[in-house]
């Protein structure tokens, strides 16, 4: 996936870059609005600051959605109510304030483009050439459990595993690091959406389909007050977190 950094602040731009260049992605970084215009190159994703050196971040988004349909991401430290509402109004489709993980960017990254129908993100994985009984390079393997993203398929044992669209999402996200604990409202917010309103019981709902479909609860433990996480029955200990 290819992403245009608009980004005048090279200490925020370089370990961005480095960071997202992990994951898998290309990023093209411009440090003025009048480059970011400029770009001859066609992104699947804009990440754009407001506070540029030639002119306002805001102006650039403009620009941008006068012309074209590309998914946009404001990063900056304005978090004021205003900036956000006026930033969304003219068009970007989400708002990460300063500072800001990597992790939490993709997942917004995440978000964003499957709500716009842009490219999906696929996360690179190093791996061998498959044996003949082995996955596929792109599949992610958690002990007996095979994820394929690709494929959207999951294998647990050698046995195909069905799941609907969104508890496939539901465990593609947990599985995108392991073993930590990811908030309610993380998931909430990348596998269904942001401006969701439903019930968040439906969160719950989904973990114990995944939980019944996977075997074994074990699969997916509760950090209490928090949120879950994905770990593999066996190797680590399922301990409920307090508060």
């Known amino acids: 996936m290819r992403l245009l950094l608009i980004e005048d602040d090279d200490r925020i731009a370089g370990p961005l870059t480095e960071g997202l260049g992990r994951y898998g992605f290309t990023v093209d970084h411009v440090r003025t609005g009048t480059a970011g215009l400029a770009n001859t190159t066609t992104p699947d994703l804009v990440l754009l600051d407001l506070g540029l050196p030639d002119m306002d971040g805001l102006d650039v988004c403009r620009s941008l959605r006068a012309r074209s349909a590309v998914p946009i991401i404001m ?8 900036d956000r509402i006026v930033g969304l109004e003219l068009g970007a489709d989400d708002y990460l304030a300063k500072p800001f993980g990597v992790r939490e960017l993709i ?3 995440r ?6 129908g842009a490219p999906a993100y696929l996360p690179t994985e190093p791996a061998q050439s498959p044996g003949p009984h082995q996955p596929a390079p792109e ?6 459990l095979v994820l394929s993203r690709r494929t959207r398929e999951v294998h647990l044992d050698g046995r195909h595993v069905a799941l609907t669209p969104r508890e496939f ?3 593609a996200f947990l599985a995108d690091d392991p073993g930590t604990v990811c908030s309610r409202q ?8 942001p401006h969701f309103f439903g019930p968040t019981k439906t969160l719950d709902a989904h973990v114990a389909a995944l939980r019944r479909k ?3 609860p074990g699969w997916i433990t509760t950090a209490r007050g928090v949120g879950f996480r994905l770990t593999v029955p066996g190797e680590h200990p399922a301990v409920e977190a307090t508060g």
């Open 75 to 82: 990063i900056t430290a304005r978090g004021e109510e205003a």
């Open 107 to 109: 997942a917004r990254i």
């Open 111 to 116: 978000a964003v483009t499957r709500r716009s």
């Open 139 to 144: 599949a992610q393997v958690l002990g007996p």
């Open 169 to 171: 999402d539901l465990l």
């Open 186 to 193: 993380q998931i909430m917010d990348t596998v269904w959406d």
């Open 214 to 216: 996977l075997g074994d």
